[in-house]
């Protein structure tokens, strides 16, 4: 088969793999309907995170081709979705509602593992990974928000429930990448009543009042931190998603924070201080981390498939297979918000 390959920074290119097969009596081989370029797999591409060379791609959904024998819950044909880490479904994490913390599991697309940006995938533990999607006849853009809830839309819902949003809140969300946009729609589908989006971006600014936000706010920094104190009369917000990682980011979500608050942090830290001195005296919390994908698909689902949610709008750039490296280049030149790979 022919798939997305790493070869260290800026070197992306596509080869030939072996055909994927059954190896444990769990597993599934799906084959890649859509796959996509992650925001994280930019600190690959530009040398800022180590990622073994091979494979890569965590995101996609596909048509299953083979189960082994102890698969029960997936037919060939299934079409499913795959979280971006595989899961047990039978260790303590997993058991208690920790699917990305399984003692068992492992990241689709690293390793040697292959990789969603590919044209097939062997999961492990099928029936605990692998969501099952109802039908066939699904349009387009249903499918582009399906491949959204592999990571980037449950990566926003961690970060809204880490931060405890709530109905009628005030909130906002520091970052206006695909992550932070989808925690845009994570909050407005939760209930808050305002939500205030840190973007400089004009396409971004316009998808995150379609998704939900009610407050733009282009600065950066203490300025970021003066507009929105000013915005709410000077005590911040009530919940904070931070989408960034790095040390600005988590300085900003601090700042806005309102004492007794919580910032909800899904961003891949890269050079970040967490300022324990504002957590203690002004009683702010700090939650988050990789979210359980696994544990969130089948919540969001019924909302992706009746079109109440539309996270496959953040979807902006697609390309081919053989095109693959545009899509890294246009998001690593923003000019792209998330990149779409049909295999």
Known sequence: MRATLYGGPRDITVGDRPDPRIEQPTDAVVRVLL????GSDMWYFRGQSPHALGPIGHEFI????DIGDQVST?????????PFLWCCGQCRPCRTGWPSNCVNGGSFGNHGHDGGQGE???SPYADATLVKVPGHDHDQQTLRSLLALSDV???GHHAAVSADVRKGQTVAVVGDGAVGLCA???AHRLGADRIIALSRHPQRQQLALEFGATDIVPERGEEAVQRIKDLTDGFGVDAVMECVGTGQSMDTAFGVAAVGSIVGAVGVPHDVVVPITSMIFRNIGLRGGVAPARKYIPELLPDVLTGTINPGKVFDHETELDHVLDAYQAMDERRAIKSLVRI
Not at 62 to 65: D, K, N, S
Not at 74 to 82: K, N, P, Q, Y
């Open 74 to 82: 997936l037919a060939v044909g299934d079409l499913v979705i795959a």
């Open 62 to 65: 596909g048509i299953v081709e």
């Open 184 to 186: 845009v729609l994570a």
């Open 35 to 38: 796959g996509c370029v992650c």
């Open 153 to 155: 839309m449950c990566t």
């Open 120 to 122: 097939a995938v062997r």
